[in-house]
Each structure stands twice: as C-alpha cells, then as structure tokens.
C-alpha cells in the first residue's frame, strides 16, 4: 500500500461519515504516467462533484486553486507523484499517488457530501477501473467505509492478510489478470480465492472485461445498509482467507 507523501498535509476532521472509492492500477511499468496524465484529467474532470472541487495541492505541497489549466499541468508533470483535491466545505477529498509502476487513486465524500454523491461512486469505480488501457486491478480497488468514529461491526478474531483488500468494504474488484500474471504473489492469490468463494444471497455480481465487481449492497447511500454489507463483507472474507 502507498504511504501518503509528507508533503501532503491532510486535514483530519473528527465525526464524520461517508464512503472511500479506491482504484489501484498496476501499470506492469515504470514511467507510466505521461501516457495516461491526458486520460486520467479527462476522468477527474467528469466526476459529478469536480464543480465543488477549489483546491489543488501537488506533491511539493504548494496550495492553490483548482483551474483546469493548472490541473492539467500537475498531472502531466512526471516530477508530481501526488496530488490532493478538495471542496471548500472539506467533505469531498480526492487524492492520487503513483509509486513505481503503481498508480492509487481515493475519492472520499462525507457528511451531506456522502448522501449527495454516495449512489455515484460505483459509476466512479467502473469509470476509473475501465479507462487505462491494460492496467491490472488490485484487490485494495473497492468502495469501503470512512468514518469517525467507526460504524458498528462485528468482532473478527484472526484477521487473515488481504493483500490490501480492507475487510469493510460494500463493492469488491478482483482482476482475474493478476492470477496468471503473478501467481504466488499474495494479492493474486487473494483474488483467486475470492474469486472462487461461494457469495451470500442477496450479493450481485457485475463483470467488466476480466475484473469481476461484488455488489454487497443496492443502497450505499443507506448507513444501516452500509452497515449490513460491510459486516457480511467481512464475515465473507475472514472465513475464505483463513
């Protein structure tokens, strides 16, 4: 997992609520994002909430305003290995990190923010998982829990390793890819034995191309739902990694 930058200086913001879109691209390279930096502006700049998005921070963490223009130029700059944006109310927090032939993308909305835009982020997911080419999956992609203090889950007394994969996530991707590309790495083996397990009732599959997508729930943007799925996700999880 990519360690975030010293010079990005994250707010933290106590009692909150909301939901974290998280895409990891392994790109099977280094010196992968000038190739992308045209694309990736583009799916930035089509999130539904990139109108509230006014902050822009780089890697060298300077703070200014978010213009397409200076945008474009960030991200197209092989020197930035981070970027962070953000709203004027800091309830929507989008952060990329790219770290050697790996490239984290994070999308977090909160408080109204999340009742506004919770039921967008699966469309963000599919956007961002679709949109690079040959880029392969990684089990820590999925749309999890963010919140201050933690929602109600059930206790887990060994927690097996997950390659990244969190355990409170409501929509898991698993790249078929990785199995044949890396077959004793541990995330791929994590992928190839959830990729096998038996879903819960009610759970709904979405294939796109080699990555299959596990719907733990029809109503992110229902906390007690969320609660529900996230607790069924992890049950599932502890019990076909052990």
């Not at 919140?147 to 898991?172: E, F, H, K, T, W």
Request: net charge negative.
């Amino acid at each position: 997992m990519p360690l975030q930058s010293d010079h990005l200086q994250v707010k933290f913001h106590p009692g909150y609520r909301g939901l974290s879109c998280n895409v990891s691209l392994d790109f099977g390279r280094p010196g992968f994002q000038a190739d992308i930096a045209e694309t990736l502006v583009a799916r930035v700049r089509a999130l539904p909430m990139w109108p509230e998005l006014t902050t822009l921070r780089p890697y060298d963490g300077t703070v200014g305003p978010l213009t397409d223009a200076r945008f474009a130029a960030i991200v197209g700059d092989v020197k930035n290995a981070a970027w962070y944006l953000d709203d004027d109310a800091e309830r929507i927090e989008v952060r990329c990190f790219r770290q050697a032939r790996e490239l984290h993308f994070t999308l977090r909305v909160t408080q109204d923010r999340y009742q506004r835009y919770g039921d967008a982020l699966l469309q963000v997911l599919e956007t961002f998982m679709d949109g690079f080419g040959l880029a392969r999956i990684l089990p820590s992609s999925g749309i999890s829990t963010y919140c201050n203090p933690d929602l109600p889950c059930d206790p887990i007394d060994d927690v097996p390793a997950s390659a990244g994969m969190r355990y409170d996530q409501i929509v898991d991707a698993l790249d078929r890819r990785l199995i044949a590309a890396e077959p004793t790495s541990l995330r791929a083996q994590v992928a190839a034995r959830l990729l096998a397990a038996a879903l819960p009732p009610g759970v709904q599959q979405r294939r796109i191309g080699d990555v299959t997508l596990n719907l733990w729930t029809d109503a992110p943007g229902d906390l007690d739902a969320v609660v529900r799925a996230r607790n069924a996700h992890q049950r599932w999880m502890a019990e076909n990694l052990a």
